[in-house]
C-alpha cells in the first residue's frame, strides 16, 4: 500500500502571492487533515476533510483553504501570502476521522520572501 | 490552548538508558496517540491507546494512560542513537477530529 505523498517537496513564493499544495491520501484513507508547523513548534491543525466535507478547522484565517477530491486526495489553497505563512505544512490521511491513527507525509516546505 | 503538552522539552540520555516523556492534556477523550518525528520531516504515527486501556506496548515503547489525571506517559526501553528525534503526544480535540499538538519532547539519545 502507498503511504501519503505531498508536492512539491519546497516552494519559494513572495508575499501576496497565491500556492497551492497537494496532498495523495493513503490507499482506502478517507480523510485528510492539513497542519502548519513553523520551525521549533509543533504542528497547528489547519482543517481536516471526511469524505469531501470539511468537518474541522483551526484557528486560520480564510486565506486558507482546501478541497478534498473523490478519491480523497486534497489541496491546501493560501491566498495573499505573508512572511509568518512561511512553514512546513503536512497533510495527514486516515481512515473514518483517525479511528486508528494518521499517516503523515514528509511534508511542503513553504519559505514566502 | 493547547490539548496536549509534553514534558520535559528537552531529554538527553546516553545510549543504553531508558526514556520517559510524559503528556498531560485538558479535556476528556476517546484515544491519545504518540508520534516521532525525525529533523523537518513527517510525522510517523508509534502508537494509540483507547480511552479504556491502562497502559500498551509496541516493541521498545511502552506507553500508559490515566484518565483521571488526564496525563500519558511514552517509555522508550534500550534508547538507540536511531531514537534521537521529537516526541509528540496528540489527543483529539472532539471524537473524529483532527490531532492537536503540543511542543513535543526533544530526545537526543548520544552514543
Known amino acids: 500500500e502507498t503511504g501519503v505523498t505531498q508536492s512539491p517537496t519546497h516552494l519559494i513564493k513572495t508575499r501576496g502571492q497565491q500556492v497551492t499544495l497537494r496532498c495523495s491520501s493513503q490507499s482506502g484513507h478517507n480523510t485528510v487533515s492539513w497542519y502548519q508547523q513553523a520551525l521549533g513548534q509543533g504542528p497547528q491543525f489547519i482543517f481536516q476533510?471526511?469524505?469531501?466535507?470539511?468537518?474541522g478547522r483551526g484557528n486560520f484565517p480564510p486565506r486558507f483553504s482546501g478541497l478534498q477530491f473523490p478519491n480523497y486526495s486534497s489541496e491546501l489553497n493560501v491566498n495573499a501570502l505573508e512572511l509568518d505563512d512561511s512553514a512546513l505544512y503536512l497533510c495527514a490521511s486516515s481512515l473514518d476521522q483517525g479511528i486508528y491513527g494518521y499517516t503523515f507525509g514528509s511534508g511542503t516546505r513553504l519559505t514566502v520572501v | 490552548s493547547q490539548q496536549g503538552e509534553e514534558d520535559p522539552q528537552a531529554l538527553s540520555i546516553q545510549e543504553g538508558e531508558n526514556a520517559t516523556m510524559n503528556c498531560s492534556y485538558k479535556t476528556s477523550i476517546n484515544n491519545l496517540q504518540w508520534y516521532r518525528q525525525n529533523s523537518g520531516r513527517g510525522l510517523v504515527h508509534l502508537i494509540l491507546?483507547?480511552?479504556?486501556?491502562r497502559e500498551k506496548h509496541s516493541g521498545r515503547l511502552r506507553v500508559t494512560l490515566d484518565t483521571s489525571k488526564k496525563s500519558s506517559s511514552l517509555l522508550i526501553t534500550a534508547s538507540r542513537a536511531a531514537d534521537t528525534a521529537s516526541y509528540f503526544c496528540?489527543?483529539?480535540?472532539?471524537?473524529?477530529?483532527?490531532?492537536?499538538f503540543g511542543k513535543g519532547t526533544t530526545l537526543s539519545v548520544s552514543s
Open positions: 491507546i483507547r480511552s479504556n486501556e
Open positions: 496528540a489527543p483529539p480535540l472532539q471524537a473524529g477530529t483532527a490531532l492537536i
Open positions: 476533510y471526511y469524505r469531501e466535507e470539511e468537518n
